[in-house]
């Protein structure tokens, strides 16, 4: 499967999207906007709370090409970060009291600087988050000695899995992708990532494969650690949900399959004002693979970088000021705030 | 009025019941919503039962409702079908144990 930016599809234009969103039809046209949603609960202009999450896209390769990505990447995508700008992460990161990296991607282990800077993020002290789509730690021998790589430098794994059962999770993100997952998964719990009595924290993510929105993630993660533990005594310590925002090939799933006005009204009237307060873009910043600087990693996708008045690249990393910036939105913000809320560490909601 | 019975759309309207009698409906959705609530049973499988008696009532809108509430309760596509299998069961066994009656029938009406 290409990417929809490699088939030139009209929907690889972020501001086709946005219109896609804002204008497609006349029931589209009449929700809601999410500002005026954020007004009625005295939210607007959305600010942030402080910045604790630093996320860094390191780039848009990929060895899959998942349905529902919304980053859009794939094998055919060459964006990557330079070792430079990797470089002005750390600078900032050295003038930051931020205490987290968040290392996402397509696979975040793909770039070819990636193991450098994850042992230079860990001498500041930096607690660090990969977010791996497993698959990956099964492939390339290079890719294989991973799981040890991250053991050693105590990084968190966040990893993708949709769900527990082969065939919804193929579905999703290709075929074979389950049983890669369990292989990796199972080596990550043989070095002693997901047990108790270590600190090696394994997280999974879980999302729709479809249109629908997920379910409680208590006991989601109830029942995928009975049927994980049943299946294949797999262990891992959270499962994160999160819900599916309608941009890039999500979008393109729910315009093909008619969902695209049922899914939007189903995340406008789930609007959740507790879900609302709580939303990432608070409390992270997105770096993208060439430096800009975003709210969250969906407006990176949409190429809305930070306000104006806040400093726009890395090398230009001021705190005080990104602190103090109005967050873009617009209406795929619906997805972060819909019922228990969503975010990349899961619901949001107290 | 419509040209069709059932239209997809009505399923928003159910809350709407209460237009023509709101005190009943006001009853009957307390006691809804405190059925499908968490309690010894879990809320997906309580999605699960719902979804095979859809089934067994033949209802497309609880049907599309729990289909959908299944799926986001996180049951997989073998469990739900398993539900309504498990709805089959019961509809052909019920007519099945009436052949019992059919039998004791002619058995009192045969020489």
Redesign the interface.
């Known amino acids: 499967m290409k990417s929809l930016k490699t088939l030139e599809h009209k929907l690889s234009d972020p501001a086709y999207q946005l219109d896609v969103l804002n204008n497609y039809s006349e029931a589209l046209k009449n929700q809601p906007k999410f500002k005026e949603k954020l007004e009625e609960i005295d939210l607007s202009p959305l600010k942030p709370t402080g910045i604790e999450i630093f996320q860094m896209n390191v780039g848009y390769m990929c060895n899959m090409t998942c349905k529902h990505c919304h980053v859009d990447a794939g094998p055919d995508r060459d964006e990557v970060m330079t070792k430079e700008t990797f470089e002005q992460c750390l600078e900032a990161l050295e003038n930051s009291g931020v205490e987290t990296v968040d290392l996402t991607g397509g696979a975040p282990e793909m770039n070819p600087h990636f193991r450098w800077f994850v042992e230079e993020a860990s001498k500041l002290g930096k607690h660090i988050i990969v977010r791996s789509n497993l698959t990956i730690l099964t492939t390339a021998p290079k890719y294989q000695a991973l799981p040890e790589f991250f053991a050693e430098h105590g990084v968190e794994v966040t990893c993708s899995l949709p769900?527990?059962?082969k065939?919804?999770t193929d579905r999703q993100r290709g075929e074979g992708t389950y049983d890669k997952s369990v292989e990796a998964l199972k080596k990550l719990n043989e070095i002693g990532y997901g047990k108790d009595d270590t600190d090696l924290e394994l997280n999974l993510v879980?999302n729709?494969a479809?249109a629908?929105?997920?379910?409680?993630q208590e006991?989601?993660e109830k029942?995928?650690k009975r049927q994980l533990d049943r299946k294949h005594g797999i262990t891992f310590n959270n499962l994160f949900t999160i819900t599916n925002l309608p941009i890039s090939r999500y979008l393109n799933f729910l315009m093909e399959s008619g969902n695209l006005e049922e899914y939007m009204d189903r995340l406008i009237t789930s609007f959740n004002p507790a879900a609302a307060k709580g939303v990432m873009c608070r409390d992270t910043i997105s770096i993208g693979w060439d430096g800009t600087l975003y709210d969250c990693d969906f407006n990176q996708m949409l190429e809305m970088p930070v306000a104006d008045n806040a400093p726009q690249h890395i090398s230009e990393w001021n705190e005080l000021k990104l602190n103090n910036r109005q967050i873009k939105v617009n209406q795929h913000c619906f997805g972060c705030t819909a019922g228990a809320g969503s975010s990349c560490g899961g619901t949001t909601a107290e | 009025m419509s040209d069709t019975y059932y239209n997809p759309k009505d399923l928003k309207k159910f809350e709407d019941v209460g237009e023509f009698g709101p005190e009943l409906a006001e009853k009957f959705f307390d006691y809804y919503g405190a059925v499908f609530e968490?309690g010894a049973l879990?809320?997906?499988e309580k999605a699960l039962i719902a979804l095979a008696v859809s089934h067994t009532v033949q209802c497309p809108y609880c049907i599309d409702a729990y289909t959908?509430e299944s799926?986001?309760?996180?049951a997989?596509?073998?469990q739900m079908m398993e539900a309504v299998h498990v709805a089959s069961a019961i509809r052909g066994g019920s007519s099945l144990v009436h052949g019992v009656q059919m039998m004791n029938k002619t058995k009192d009406l045969s020489m």
């Open positions: 769900f527990y059962s065939s919804r879980y729709p479809g629908f929105l997920p379910g409680d006991n989601m029942e995928f | 968490e879990t809320a997906r959908t799926l986001e309760k996180g997989s596509e073998e």
